[in-house]
């Protein structure tokens, strides 16, 4: 058994003990936190200056992946700018196609609209009782230069009664001649037994069949309807093949490979300019 004081003694020295206990810890803790400190300002310090592991490793492979994705990179723009340049050459080259088609067949159309012209000509020159001569002294006479100081002296054409002649010395020769064109045409018309029988006029030859009826096309015994691909050929050129999209009365319209479009005349299929083939492969 302990006495008072005894137990007292023994209390203070727990707490002494205790105090120094708790103030051994508290210095271990500081001297803890400052090794811990110092060893994250060294790491840091290595980061900064680019030579801890923890940095360097990451920072390869974030290099490696960057120079991989620029090769990547690079080739995909070179096929890009490749693809644009060849997909620009091809533009260009169907545009020249589609121009030199597009002459050719307004050369055509001009040559086969002056041939009509030269036709009605022939038959108008044909169908009128005047002499060549007649025509040849009025192109003669435009061709002439006029004499400012020399009277321009006319005489009538054709004696017919006016009430007023001088409205016959107003007009030209060549207005006379239109107006005895149109004069005898209606006289042919209203009385084919008072003029001279019109010669027989020269149809043209055609070299082929060709026609279109109900919307297909019939060409030397063969019929083409509208979506069928054709081969189109051409002399001294190379053929095409095309896709036909419109049959009129007169003209086929057809698509190219590009989707450029072009028509072709029924009379130029029948001249033997184009000529035309089913194309099966």
């Not at 009430?163 to 107006?179: G, K």
Request: proline fraction near 4%.
């Amino acid at each position: 058994e302990m006495d008072d004081e005894d137990c007292e003694r023994r209390r203070m020295e727990c707490l002494d003990e205790m105090s120094n206990l708790e103030k051994q810890f508290t210095d271990l803790k500081d001297q803890l936190y400052k090794e811990r400190l110092s060893q994250v300002d060294a790491k840091l310090q290595e980061v900064i200056a680019g030579k801890a592991p923890e940095y360097l490793e990451p920072l390869a492979a974030l290099q490696e992946n960057m120079q991989i994705r620029t090769k990547v990179a690079g080739i995909y723009r070179e096929l890009c700018l490749e693809s644009v340049k060849n997909k620009y050459e091809c533009e260009i080259q169907a545009s020249r196609q589609h121009c030199e088609s597009e002459k050719l067949l307004l050369y055509d159309t001009v040559q086969s609209e002056l041939e009509e012209k030269i036709r009605r000509l022939e038959e108008d020159r044909h169908s009128i009782d005047i002499t060549s001569e007649l025509w040849n002294d009025e192109l003669q006479s435009r061709k002439k230069r006029k004499d400012p100081f020399s009277p321009d002296k006319k005489k009538p054409v054709f004696s017919l009664t006016f009430p007023r002649p001088y409205i016959v010395y107003m007009l030209q020769d060549l207005d006379i001649l239109e107006d005895w064109t149109t004069i005898r045409k209606a006289m042919a018309t209203l009385g084919p037994h008072r003029v001279k029988a019109e010669p027989p006029v020269k149809l043209e030859k055609h070299l082929h069949s060709a026609r279109s009826e109900e919307g297909r096309l019939y060409y030397d015994g063969e019929w083409y309807g509208r979506g069928q691909t054709i081969c189109i050929d051409k002399k001294d050129e190379c053929p095409i093949s095309a896709i036909i999209t419109t049959i009129n009365h007169d003209e086929v319209w057809f698509k190219r490979p590009d989707g450029s479009k072009s028509k072709l005349y029924i009379s130029q299929l029948q001249k033997g300019k184009y000529s035309i083939k089913h194309n099966h492969n």
